[in-house]
């Protein structure tokens, strides 16, 4: 398990509390595919940086997650913001989804693929190849995919790890994604409080850029693939 895993389901709170302090992302899906009254499937939701807001203007919206602790997360936020229950939290591998063929209108993930594509993972390009494949079974006609990923954690300008480098050129070169990336900061009150929220996940070689940048915004590039 990695220290990623570790933290989603050990410390769901804490890094809530870190992902809340990024910008709102639905100008970026809206663009590309306007959601209002569709079905919707969020993989690997979370804690819910995309369902939160998704579900006040889908039909539908099934939330998977390898983590029942974020998902429980998830669930609170929209029952606390007085939603009409639109929505479903599934416990479930990207590769096997508990999802009917032909039935969701728009996928949307949020860092969550890479996890089983990264380089680092002995099967990551049959990982890949499943999770599209599980995806396009899942999807309606006229669907579209839309996947969010890092482009680099304290860098202004796109440098994607290089674990993750051979996954996104094949959602172009392979899959036909289209691509774009946009800045997605945490931002923050302090430069201690930017170190407290993010040193347990991103680690303490990140934690000292913070501290001799004086970071109390912390940059983030975020990579967009879609195909439609």
């Known amino acids: 398990m990695s220290n990623h895993d570790q933290v989603y389901l050990s410390q769901a709170e804490a890094y809530e509390s870190m992902i809340s302090r990024q910008p709102d992302l639905s100008e970026i899906v809206r663009q590309i595919r306007p959601y209002k009254n569709l079905d919707v499937l969020d993989l690997g939701a979370g804690s819910g940086r995309l369902a939160s807001f998704l579900a006040p203007e889908v039909k539908t919206l099934i939330c998977t997650d390898a983590s029942q602790p974020m998902l429980d997360i998830l669930d609170r936020k929209l029952t606390e913001q007085n939603f009409v229950r639109n929505w479903i939290t599934l416990e479930a591998d990207h590769r096997s989804l508990p999802v009917p063929d032909s039935s969701v209108d728009l996928v949307v993930s949020g860092w969550s693929i890479c996890y089983l594509a990264s380089s680092n993972h002995q099967e990551w390009d049959s990982n890949l190849d499943k999770i599209l494949s599980e995806l396009e079974r899942i999807l309606k006609p006229d669907g579209t995919i839309i996947i969010f990923e890092t482009m680099g954690t304290g860098t202004e300008t796109p440098d994607p790890p290089e674990f993750l480098t051979s996954y996104y050129s094949l959602l172009e070169q392979k899959y036909g994604f289209q691509h774009r990336w946009v800045r997605a900061d945490y931002k923050f009150a302090s430069v201690e409080e930017a170190i407290e929220h993010t040193e347990f996940f991103f ?26």
């Open 203 to 228: 680690g303490e070689e990140l934690a000292e850029r913070i501290k001799n940048n004086r970071w109390s915004t912390l940059p983030e590039c975020a990579g967009v693939w879609w195909k439609e």
